[in-house]
């Protein structure tokens, strides 16, 4: 396919989370192309400072621009959250005015007073997603009555980007986030995983709630709003080819990455390495 004609929707991420929201868009927008471009060599960037996240993150949106992309997703709550403002405002006017980046922060903020009675939220994230305070910016954008409680998962991830997410340790780990964001507020009623690793845990996390708590996981809500976007924005969507493929590079080995990518995509892999 010739690099003119093929306009792929880029998907990143700094590693492999952002693949959960793939699977969902991919699901509700099968005709249109994807990139997806992981990170691995560099994550994870939870713990990373908000310049070296920014620096990373643009680095990677320019690469996946130079591929013929006019739509970038940040499928990576710690990018979308250290970077995405950024970008859109200072990069973009100069680097490219017609083309966009989105985020998975919004989507999710736009709709999880709908789903709360109490007006007690709460969001499970990364230490970085958490400490940026973007979830509570951006939820009281939508609802200023909204309660929002926050709780870091440090250990979430490492734990289910080595396959131990079945393990003990894991349920341990799970149990005692969950506990500490439920005794900040027992009336919290809908909580938001901030994060695109923890769909792999989404059930254990649900054990450890009340029946009546709402978990609300970013992959679906993520692809219903850019299918919406999309149709919002047609000289957008105009510029993305449709012939319902999927591509795969990540900055790590590839063998590496196909492995666990499998995992989190929910079916098999091929994926090819990239040096920016």
Not at 89 to 101: E, F, T
Request: hydrophobic share 35%.
């Amino acid at each position: 396919m010739e690099k003119s004609k093929y306009q792929p929707i880029g998907v990143f991420d700094s590693g492999f989370g952002g693949l959960t929201v793939l699977r969902e868009i991919v699901k509700e927008l099968p005709e249109y192309d994807f990139l997806y471009l992981g990170d691995n060599a560099r994550a994870p960037y939870g713990s990373r400072s908000f310049e070296t996240v920014y620096e990373y993150t643009l680095q990677c949106v320019k690469h996946l621009f130079d591929q013929g992309c006019h739509l970038v997703i940040l499928a990576c709550n710690t990018a979308s959250a250290k970077a995405l403002r950024t970008i859109q405002q200072k990069d973009l006017p100069q680097l490219a005015p017609h083309k966009r980046v989105l985020g998975v922060i919004r989507p999710t903020t736009e709709i999880v007073g709908n789903y709360s009675k109490s007006r007690h939220v709460g969001v499970l994230g990364t230490s970085g997603t958490v400490s940026s305070g973007s979830y509570l910016v951006e939820i009281n954008k939508f609802f200023p009555d909204l309660k929002v409680y926050q709780q870091a998962c440090p250990m979430l991830v490492p734990l289910i980007e080595n396959n131990e997410f079945e393990s003990e340790g894991a349920d341990f780990f799970i149990k005692e986030y969950v506990d500490l964001l439920m005794k900040q507020q027992k009336d919290i009623d809908a909580i938001i995983l901030g994060c695109t690793h923890y769909p792999l845990i989404e059930e254990k996390i649900k054990k450890r709630l009340p029946l009546h708590v709402q978990l609300l996981s970013q992959g679906g809500i993520v692809a219903k709003g850019l299918k919406e976007y999309l149709q919002r924005h047609p000289e957008i969507e105009k510029e993305c080819s449709k012939q319902a493929t999927v591509s795969f590079y990540t900055t790590d080995f590839s063998e590496t990455f196909n492995k666990s990518a499998s995992l989190f995509y929910g079916k098999e892999v091929k994926s090819t390495q990239v040096y920016l």
